[in-house]
């Protein structure tokens, strides 16, 4: 019998749709906008995501995540069946078989709602995974050894660390602390250091084009930013370099680490040598943050690798996984 396999990266800042054989056919932002006295949904990803900001009082558009776990369930579940379709094409005979990751510290709760919300959006079966795992996979880990791997996956709304080990989780943790914080703490240092409000697209370009995790003596890493001046009500525009941004996320990134540490003392001593060998291996949007992997180093004397195409290792993970669902099998937390 005929049946598609679908895998979806359910990320708080962005959601990715990956197809076997095809590749990451939809990455677009995990916004949805709703008609408000209507309840009804407008419009999902790339183009509910123009309206932030910009919706007259009868439209809002906001993530239906946070912190990585469904926030509003019925909208999450109107944002997977956009993505699901979009995946199935006009032609849609079978219902397909889907793939979904959650963080590393999912409630049991949260997962059950994961399941429900993709089966009542089409899906035929659902299948949860821990994003740790399918970021390791799609990093092109062999997971499956006797063997321990580390994996730091750092994405919108969390952070997920975990040490794995035959398939399966040793030791992990999950802090609600990624590149949306980044992103606040950037917008709060302006706002106190230069009496200028930004929004949080100005945030991240900030994060993005100039930010690094430590130090840098680069002069030439600076940018000029435009905001609303707190006292004056008028818009401004103000230079800054790249140590700012630094300095405005390190207690962010500080928690981060703190987080990396707890995970490394909780790890079996055979283990800890073989991550001594192999290093730590980042993946997600966060892993694009300049020199995030020398402050890792710096700080826990385990050398730190960037992982390919940080931000399609979970989706790359859900589709290897979806393919090979009998080797991976003890990774499977639940199904449908």
């Known amino acids: 019998m005929f049946t598609r396999k679908i895998g979806i990266d359910l990320g708080t800042a962005n959601t990715l749709v990956f197809v076997p054989k095809k590749g990451v056919i939809a990455n677009e932002p995990s916004v949805v906008a709703v008609v ?43 944002m997977l069946r956009y993505f699901i379709n979009k995946a199935g094409g006009r032609f849609r005979l079978f219902r397909p078989e889907v793939m979904v990751s959650v963080p590393a510290g999912v409630t049991s709760t949260e997962r059950r709602a994961v399941i429900e919300a993709t089966i009542q959006a089409g899906a035929k079966a659902a299948y949860v995974v821990k994003e740790p795992v399918l970021a390791a996979i799609g990093a092109g880990i062999p997971i499956n050894e006797p063997s321990g791997h580390m994996v730091v996956d750092i994405g919108g709304g969390t952070t997920d660390i975990a040490v794995i080990s035959l398939g399966g989780i040793v030791t992990a943790t999950s802090v609600k602390v990624a590149g949306d914080k980044l992103d606040k703490a950037i917008a709060d240092y302006i706002k106190k250091n230069y009496n200028l409000a930004i929004g949080d697209r100005t945030a991240e370009d900030m ?69 001594m060998n192999k290093g730590i291996v980042v993946s997600g949007g966060g892993a694009l943050l300049r020199n995030i992997d020398e402050l890792i180093l710096q700080e826990t004397g385990v050398p730190a690798h960037i992982a390919d195409e940080p931000l399609l290792c979970v989706a790359k993970g859900t589709g290897i996984a979806l393919e090979h669902l009998d080797v991976y099998k003890r990774s499977i937390m639940s199904k449908r």
């Open 207 to 275: 994060k993005i084009q100039i930010g690094s995790a430590i130090p840098v003596d680069d002069e030439s890493l600076k940018m000029e930013i435009r905001g609303r001046d707190l006292m004056t009500g008028l818009p401004r525009t103000v230079e800054i370099h790249s140590n700012e941004v630094t300095a405005a996320i390190a207690d962010e990134l500080d928690e981060i680490i703190r987080a990396i540490k707890n995970v490394l003392h909780d790890t079996p001593p055979e283990l800890s040598a073989d991550i």
């Open 36 to 78: 408000r006295n209507e309840n009804t949904v407008l419009a999902v990803g790339n183009e509910a995501r123009e309206m932030i900001g910009r919706t007259p009082d009868t439209i809002i558009a906001y993530r239906p995540l946070r912190d990585g776990v469904i926030a509003d369930y019925r909208i999450t579940e109107a």
